[in-house]
């Protein structure tokens, strides 16, 4: 650290552990990728929610209440860290329209919406339990891809939360998956995922961000992102084709 500037040092991957050691600009970065990490947790927990009622079973409602409650546990994990940056986290305890969505047919592509930092796929409206399944595949899938790459992220204290919560978000998309295998059973109901299928894709796709985004750059030499939107976009692309190939979904 003592022969090369703060900034180099995160480019040859160095690692930060503490809010004091933080740069003004990696700060700023490092709180935005959290506020949009907590914010759509919340807001998948809040929109999830509503489907329990939905389930058909009492074994589905146990998996999507454990869900609901396990995507509210990991926002709180981060919001602990923003915290420590002197974030006021006091909005979190207030009301805030988590459950709040868009029209069904809106096209939102990337766009931020509203008050918060939600990834823009946490806008959309579920609609019944077949749609919230779905979804939740999907997501889930992209989850374990986006949550993989920021595991790596500089800032120490944050790279460790990812890695301790990687393993139960992956399990969110593999009770999705059980809960599909289930739903496709019947002609209604293959129709349906598939129907959801065609819905879904590409609003999840549209949250790993542009292709060729000069916002990755920049990240990339903090030492925020190390893969590139196209090649995480990608990943997600073959194990979601993988998996629905495995169900006979193509």
Not at 88 to 106: K, M, N
Not at 186 to 214: H, K, T
């Amino acid at each position: 650290m003592t022969d090369m500037s703060i900034d180099d040092y995160l480019a040859h991957g160095g690692k930060l552990t503490s809010p004091g050691n933080v740069p003004a600009r990696y700060r700023g970065e490092l709180l935005r990728l959290m506020a949009s990490f907590v914010d759509s947790e919340l807001a998948a927990s809040a929109g999830f929610a509503d489907t329990i009622n939905d389930a058909p079973g009492i074994k589905s409602r146990i998996a999507a209440a454990r869900i609901v409650l396990e995507k509210a546990d990991h926002a709180e994990k981060v919001l602990k860290l923003m915290a420590e940056f002197g974030v006021d986290t006091a909005r979190y305890e207030g009301v805030h329209p988590w459950a709040a969505r868009v029209s069904r047919d809106a096209d939102l592509g990337a766009t931020r919406q509203g008050g918060d930092m939600r990834l823009s796929v946490f806008h959309y409206p579920l609609q019944g339990w077949v749609d919230a399944v779905v979804m939740n595949v999907m997501q889930g899938l992209a989850a374990k891809v986006q949550i993989g790459e920021m595991a790596q992220v500089s800032y120490q204290p944050l790279a460790e939360v990812f890695r301790a919560i990687a393993p139960v978000e992956a399990r969110h998309a593999e009770l999705g998956l059980e809960g599909l295998s289930h739903i496709i059973g019947s002609q209604g109901g293959r129709a349906a995922a598939l129907d959801s299928i065609a819905y879904w894709r590409p609003r999840v796709a549209a949250g790993f961000g542009e292709a060729n985004s000069a916002r990755y750059e920049r990240l990339a030499r903090l030492g925020l992102r190390h893969r590139t939107n196209e090649a995480l976009l990608a990943e997600w692309d073959a194990t979601l084709d993988a998996r629905l190939a495995d169900l006979t979904l193509t």
